[in-house]
């Protein structure tokens, strides 16, 4: 079965615009959460959505924010970016409910300039 | 309280030999431990998870120890092999989908 599509892999934007990703679960999972990657920080966890509710929050400032639709699929949205918002962005599927396996896209890489 | 302390940050290990990765945490409440295998350009994939009421689980080479009493667990590879060598994160997650990351350790196996 198909795995976890992050779309697009690379992007570089300009200080101060705005990005939107999008992540494509597992067929059948109904939970989609997001994670940062960066050298500095490791893996840290942004939001989880379940049946298109958010669940879970990290923290991070409001500049970032997400969405999820009827068919699961999620975006993340990062507005006003800042030259440290440059990182690895991880998209992770599960069923839901906790104790879970969560399985992760490739990610997308942003750089701001 | 929520966070996940890994160690080694790096290890390098001969073909054939035992990598250990430890992790310790503080919150009680978390009641699943997955570890997670990384290498460039790619995102972590799961490789072997534990439940706290499991002291023990083994999947072909990979082993997770649970000491629940000292907040440890541990992923030990047996038999590394040089196409071990990646990035490791131990996990943990409380209620709902939310997995907090220990820092990562870099295996390095050589030939």
């Known amino acids: 079965k198909a795995g976890v599509t992050q779309t697009p892999r690379y992007l570089i934007k300009t200080r101060g615009q705005q990005v939107t990703l999008s992540c494509s679960p597992i067929s059948g999972h109904r939970s989609v959460s997001w994670y940062q990657q960066t050298p500095g920080q490791g893996l840290q966890f942004l939001f989880e959505y379940f049946s298109e509710t958010q669940r879970n929050k990290g923290n991070f400032p409001g500049r970032f924010s997400g969405r999820q639709f009827s068919n699961s699929r999620s975006e993340m949205n990062v507005s006003t970016l800042e030259l440290g918002d440059s990182a690895l962005y991880l998209c992770a599927s599960s069923r839901g409910g906790g104790q879970n396996e969560a399985f992760f896209g490739q990610g997308t890489r942003l750089t701001v300039v | 309280q929520q966070q996940v302390k890994q160690s080694p940050q790096s290890l390098i290990v001969q073909k054939g030999g035992i990598s250990i990765i430890n992790c310790a945490y503080e919150?009680?409440?978390?009641?699943?431990f997955p570890w997670y295998q990384q290498f460039p350009g790619k995102g972590p994939a799961l490789l072997i998870a534990i439940r706290p009421d499991v002291s023990e689980k083994k999947e072909g080479r990979f082993t997770i120890s649970f000491n629940k009493s000292a907040k440890q667990f541990s992923l030990h590879i047996m038999d590394s092999q040089p196409g071990d060598s990646a990035t490791y994160f131990c996990?943990?997650?409380?209620?709902?989908?939310?997995?907090?990351f220990g820092e990562g350790t870099q295996l390095t196996v050589n030939p």
């Open positions: 996990a943990a997650e409380t209620s709902g989908s939310r997995l907090t």
């Open positions: 919150n009680t409440a978390f009641d699943y």
